[in-house]
T-cell receptor, first 114, second 115 residues
Framework: EPEVTQTPSHQVTQMGQEVILRCVPI?????FYWYRQILGQKVEFLVS????????KSEIFDDQFSVERPDGSNFTLKIRSTKLEDSAMYFC????????????FGEGSRLTVL | AQSVTQLGSHVSVSEGALVLLRCNYS??????LFWYVQYPNQGLQLLLK??????LVKGINGFEAEFKKSETSFHLTKPSAHMSDAAEYFC?????????????FGKGTHLIIQP
């Protein structure tokens, strides 16, 4: 069964370092998303991406964040200079179309900023 | 603006008992509503969704939810809990089917099944 895969599963980094989280969405999907979940808090929308550009982004997604689809399969989230408060589980999701209602999520990448 | 409130961060039921997880939403437009489940060390998986039409929707693993517009609720139920139902459950709302604006999630309810 097709699935969304994310790497790494866990990354530990020092404050101020750049981090890239990688996602391989399901191959025929066209819409891609990043969400994050700080420990004990709700899952929060960060950004959606379609046709090689950002469709929507939340206020969390500031200039420290960027997304890219560098080739036909990968979808990356870059945090330019990590802060302690960026420590969270980051989920990638994809869907074939806006109105299917179902997002397919990866297992998440846990980011720990020290 | 949309928001979701899930009552009870933890719910504990006995195996075989009724499961009821509560979700109330706020939306300025007719909502699309979802329940997702997250098993340990896994991603979120769609349980069921309400878009339009029948207000009682059935999902996987015997779960169902009823959209009640007058109560702005979308509670999740299962008649008889099974040990394998132990997981984190998230209610979510979207203005569309989960499109560009993404989903707004509740804080989640951890379901504990007592043997």
């Amino acid at each position: 069964e097709p699935e969304v895969t994310q790497t790494p599963s866990h990354q530990v980094t020092q404050m101020g370092q750049e981090v890239i989280l990688r996602c391989v969405p399901i191959s025929n999907h066209l819409y891609f998303y990043w969400y994050r979940q700080i420990l004990g808090q709700k899952v929060e929308f960060l950004v959606s991406f379609y046709n090689n550009e950002i469709s929507e982004k939340s206020e969390i997604f500031d200039d420290q964040f960027s997304v890219e689809r560098p080739d036909g399969s990968n979808f990356t989230l870059k945090i330019r200079s990590t802060k302690l408060e960026d420590s969270a589980m980051y989920f990638c999701a994809s869907t074939s179309g806006f109105f299917t209602g179902e997002l397919f999520f990866g297992e998440g990448s846990r980011l720990t900023v020290l | 603006a949309q928001s979701v409130t899930q009552l009870g961060s933890h719910v504990s039921v006995s195996e075989g008992a009724l499961v009821l997880l509560r979700c109330n939403y706020s939306s300025s437009v007719p909502p699309y509503l979802f329940w997702y489940v997250q098993y340990p060390n896994q991603g979120l998986q769609l349980l069921l969704k309400y878009t339009t039409g029948a207000t009682l929707v059935k999902g996987i693993n015997g779960f169902e939810a009823e959209f009640k517009k007058s109560e702005t609720s979308f509670h999740l139920t299962k008649p008889s809990a099974h040990m394998s139902d132990a997981a984190e459950y998230f209610c979510a709302v979207s203005k569309t089917g989960g499109g560009a604006d993404g989903l707004t999630f509740g804080k989640g309810t951890h379901l504990i099944i007592q043997p």
